[in-house]
């Protein structure tokens, strides 16, 4: 069975009876997994990690759309996270014997059935973007809910799907596909919050350089030492070994020695499978050889 | 569920009909999958793969050998290959949500039911082992079948389980349990094979290397280089990364370097993670971690 990840994000992070109204809306839905969920009271906004194939998350997120519309006012909503809507972002993202491609037709599918089911409309983001101009998620919100009414009356935004005038309480959606997230950091064996901010200005892509690779300089201020906290869009494109030897080299331009890396929450194995084959130098594996991917 | 793996080695690997007698006890044993089966001719051989909790392949183990004592007369068996018996060894490892220890218990317990259901003396092998001195499956299996009855006249030969001399037909059998066994091979960027000759002496235990590894230097003729082939008996213990870079560092000596190394057959996932997690130096992470193993 192929394997879809969805992590919406949802304008509400108070009020634990409709928080567990959401939950249970997932929940509820056959073939889809909850593998997390966090909610954030001062941004207000809950993250839920879903499993399934395609057609068990759409169902789930149809049903995530009716609770949270049925329950969230954006009118009346405050907090420190950036939002367009109630259900704010909901991201597809391909695990397991699903593609790019089967997520971005999910996206559009949801997105769809999300328009015309709720009057309300959606703009696709990243891979599913009909649009370069609008395939990064933050260009999308930016002006938020309070000036999504002016934001749209212009042609530049019109919605992929729905009315080109936001749903009076559930504002706009933003859906789309993506490859994973990977929070990974490494930590230098220095107090030195220069050589951490010069070395990841180094490596982003925003400042030149790797493509997929979004990083900030930070102090462990407990641990008195730096740390070069990144973010991998794309850990096919820019592997994550790529990523360390290029900071263990411009660490080195400063003296400065790499302590240790972590990976922060979840990561793809193949994200890892594919660091031992480039340090072993394996030539011609393959995913089969691996004794439990015999097993399923 | 708990999965173990078996490789049992049968001495038939030249008539047909009995070998597909062999795979049908395997196949027909509910909660049971051969993954692999492998007949040699000239070895007179066949290795199957199966896994399994302990129950299944207990009962698979079971069904096995009275297919092959029914049909397997080691007075007329030739081969290249030594064996001891009809069935002749039985390795059980550890894969996933099992211990070695769950390992040694299955191979006891189906070492008892061997012997007491067919009458046949059992010796049990590496981990499940009772003495150092029968540690090692060349040690019980040297003198082969046709010096059986004399080697068992030795007090130091009594079988752990069965009678003190050998089946009529199916001699003895080595059941016991291991980690499992990874062949690992470096090609180096030379021809020259008494430097691939010397990197085996120099990484393997016999002469003084790493505990779990046996190696050899071999010459790939059709590609015109030299090969360091090796045995990773106990990944946990000598880990692939330390083996690929010990080589690495013998061959640099004779001013040659390493190619790309290969695996061979399957491979535990975690013997690739651990060389992820050492060349990243990840800390303090989890087998939790990898998205695939939390939807599992």
Request: with cysteine; hydrophobic share 50%.
């Given at each position: 069975m192929p394997i879809i990840e969805s992590i919406p994000n949802v304008s509400e992070g108070r009020r634990p009876e409709v928080i567990a109204k959401l939950i249970a809306a997932i929940?509820?839905?056959?073939?889809?997994?909850?593998?997390?969920?966090?909610?954030?009271?001062?941004?207000?906004?809950?993250?839920?990690?879903?499993?399934?194939?395609?057609?068990?998350?759409?169902?789930?997120?149809?049903?995530?759309?009716?609770?949270?519309?049925?329950?969230?006012?954006?009118?009346?909503?405050?907090?420190?996270?950036?939002?367009?809507?109630?259900?704010?972002?909901?991201?597809?993202?391909?695990?397991?014997?699903?593609?790019?491609?089967?997520?971005?037709?999910?996206?559009?599918?949801?997105?769809?059935?999300?328009?015309?089911?709720f009057g309300l409309p959606v703009y696709l983001y990243e891979e599913a973007s009909t649009d370069p101009a609008r395939r990064n998620l933050e260009d999308i919100r930016r002006g938020e809910f309070e000036g999504l009414a002016t934001k749209m009356s212009s042609a530049e935004w019109t919605p992929d799907f729905g009315p080109a005038i936001p749903h009076r309480s559930g504002g706009a959606s933003i859906i789309g596909a993506?490859?994973?997230?990977?929070?990974?950091?490494?930590?230098?064996?220095?107090?030195?919050?220069?050589?951490?901010?010069?070395?990841?200005?180094?490596?982003?892509h925003s400042s030149g350089g790797l493509r997929f690779v979004k990083a900030m300089g930070v102090m462990l201020e407990d641990r008195k030492l730096v740390q070069v906290s990144t973010n991998l869009t794309n850990y096919q494109k820019t592997p994550i070994f790529r990523?360390?030897?290029?900071?263990?080299?411009?660490?080195?331009?400063?003296?400065?020695?790499?302590?240790?890396?972590?990976?922060?929450?979840?990561?793809?194995?193949?994200?890892?499978?594919?660091?031992?084959e480039y340090y072993l130098q394996i030539d011609r594996f393959s995913n089969d050889q691996v004794l439990e991917n015999r097993l399923r």
């Open positions: 929940r509820d839905t056959p073939g889809v997994r909850l593998l997390d969920h966090s909610s954030d009271a001062s941004h207000n906004r809950s993250v839920f990690t879903l499993v399934g194939d395609a057609p068990a998350l759409k169902a789930a997120t149809l049903a995530l759309f009716e609770a949270a519309l049925a329950d969230i006012d954006l009118r009346s909503h405050a907090g420190e996270h950036p939002r367009l809507g109630a259900v704010d972002v909901v991201p597809f993202v391909p695990i397991e014997g699903a593609t790019m491609e089967d997520c971005v037709s999910l996206a559009r599918e949801v997105a769809a059935s999300v328009a015309e089911r993506r490859m994973p997230l990977i929070a990974y950091n490494i930590n230098l064996n220095s107090d030195r919050l220069d050589v951490a901010k010069k070395i990841a200005a180094a490596i982003r990523v360390f030897d290029l900071v263990k080299r411009e660490a080195a331009r400063y003296g400065v020695s790499v302590l240790e890396s972590e990976i922060v929450g979840l990561v793809p194995s193949a994200a890892l499978m594919s660091a031992a």
